[in-house]
């Protein structure tokens, strides 16, 4: 989706962040003026820091790809957390408002309960498991005041430029014979490249409120690992496990898909199954993968 020429973007934490990287590499492809802010500029988590940043820019749209994603070290670093997940969103609410700037604003499957059977719309009920689902709820509360935005939930992100899911699994596969994978949590999987395009087209329609944003179809870790080893031809063994043979700190939704229908519907954007993407982003960055 490509933004009028005139727009001046800004995206917050599009230096280091995955997500922040895609934005801007699809803003500078069309010709657009981006500009970056991140933790590597300043303390983005002080009010008068961020205000005087946001109106010296003078952006039309911002894109806040700032998070806190450390799901299972929130458990232990709630203060954190919250600074980055709620706290950032509050104070982009309180500068924003009564101006014609145009937030987008990422969260998470980690919302929802997983207690559904099939695929999560923007309606239903919320009920987080976690400190970072809990906190980037929060977040997404903290916006409310707000009329030019739209809060983009998505979930297992992947893509250039920062370790994920898929080039940790790629790293092992190419190190062991076999790998533990758990097979009884699934979601939707999604490409940082998709994710941006979806950004774009959001905000070129100025579509406001809450949309889930992922590619389509679904995945357990286990079958988005399988994928992954596969395409990158190795015969590594994936072995499926159940979530309680892998302990970990936070509680995850066994099943958080999304459904992106609300998104296609608004904004005319059909996102590409999750298969395809990763299959791009894999042969794309053979070369970094195999040598990371």
């Known amino acids: 989706m490509v933004l009028d020429k005139n727009e001046k973007i800004l995206v917050l934490g599009g230096k280091t962040g995955m997500l922040g990287q895609a934005l801007c590499k699809l803003g500078k492809s069309q010709g657009l003026e981006i500009v970056t802010l991140g933790r590597e500029d300043g303390?983005?988590?002080?009010?008068?820091?961020?205000?005087?940043?946001?109106f010296s820019i003078n952006p039309t749209i911002i894109f806040n790809a700032i998070g806190y994603t450390a799901v299972d070290k929130a458990e232990d670093d709630v203060q954190n957390a919250n600074l980055i997940n709620k706290r950032l969103p509050e104070m982009l609410a309180c500068i924003l408002k009564n101006t014609d700037i145009f937030l987008v604003?990422?969260?998470?499957?980690?919302?929802?309960?997983?207690k559904k059977n099939c695929p999560y719309v923007e309606t239903d009920e919320t009920n987080p498991l976690s400190v970072y689902g809990e906190t980037k709820l929060a977040g997404e509360v903290a916006l409310q005041k707000l009329e030019n935005y739209a809060v983009l939930r998505t979930a297992w992100l992947f893509g250039a430029g920062r370790k994920n899911f898929v080039s940790t699994i790629l790293k092992y596969a190419q190190e062991k014979e076999s790998l533990k994978v758990v097979h009884d949590q699934f979601g939707s999987p999604t490409c940082t490249k998709d994710l941006a395009e979806m950004s774009f087209a959001v905000a070129k329609k100025r579509a406001t409120g809450i949309f889930h944003a992922v590619n389509a179809g679904q995945a357990s870790w286990c079958e988005l690992a399988s994928e992954a080893v596969s395409i990158f031809n190795l015969h590594t063994f994936v072995e499926p496990i159940c979530t309680k043979d892998w302990p970990q700190k936070a509680v995850r939704p066994s099943y958080s898909v999304l459904s992106p229908k609300k998104l296609i519907d608004t904004v005319g954007y059909t996102p590409r199954p999750w298969i395809q993407a990763l299959r791009e982003y894999i042969l794309e960055n053979l070369e970094c993968l195999k040598n990371q």
């Open 43 to 54: 303390n983005v988590t002080d009010l008068e820091f961020l205000k005087e940043k946001i």
């Open 105 to 114: 604003h990422y969260s998470t499957d980690f919302v929802f309960d997983g």
